[in-house]
């Protein structure tokens, strides 16, 4: 029986176990694959990962603090997972000792776009790894979504700046790190910051006005929890499209288990029980 596994720290209200063991049951390979989550401290990930492939493992996802030591343990890495400098999924081939990384946090967020209407710039709020993959994604496939360059803000400017500078150097950024934001030259914005995880007012803590949204805008808030977002609340009073980060959840997992099965994810059923 192939296991499958999310890596995490804390990794208990992880929704990934649900929504992969419902897609396998839906791909009918619910019998003979099977996902859970595993709580691994940073100090031991390396072990528990190299230990994997003998205790049945085929791959498994790796969510926050994990993802630059996943694709630091791994032999072989995508230029996607190297260029971002992180890796969401690991696959374990088969001679055992081959651990592979890729990174599906990318192209999962772009997968949550609906192309925008005109070419405006993309604005990433935040500095962390989800930031780097997010500024990334905009960028080496902003042509999918009609980009003209990525702004970064964050509150620790230097941290902007970093990111700006790292990744300038593998893809085409066009953009700047900013220190104050025009709200309405964005056609995306994406929240990457932790602010409304623990309910904060994003408007007191992000450069952002409540009212200041469009309706030709795309806003991303990778904060997710029972109720949407305040973030997304306000954008969605101004006509704006909203994704929540259950949404980029589900497209990062449907093409990890393609990646592992082979097999088409269903994007529906992950979506069901992401929420149930
Ligand atoms: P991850 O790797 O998951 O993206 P992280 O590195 O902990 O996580 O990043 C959290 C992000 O949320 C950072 O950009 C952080 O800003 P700082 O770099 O200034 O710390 C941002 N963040 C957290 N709390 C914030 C707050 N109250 N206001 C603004 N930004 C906040």
Redesign the pocket.
Known sequence: MPRLAVLGHPVAHSRSPALQNAALAELGLGEEWRYEAIDVAPEEFEARVRAMPAEGFAGANVT?PHKEAALAVADLASEVAKEIGAANTLVFGEEQERIHAHNTDAPGLIATLPGSPRARRALVL??????RAAVWALSAEGAVVDITGVDIW???GS?ADAVYAELSRVTELGGAPVAAVRQDAYGIIVN????GLHG?DPFE??PLQRTGFDHEQVVVDMVYGDAPSPLLAAAEASGATVVDGLEVLVQQGALSLKIWTGRDAPLDVMRAAARA
């Open positions: 926050v935040g500095a962390g790894g989800a930031a964050n509150r620790t941290r990457t910051t932790t602010v904060e803590h992000l």
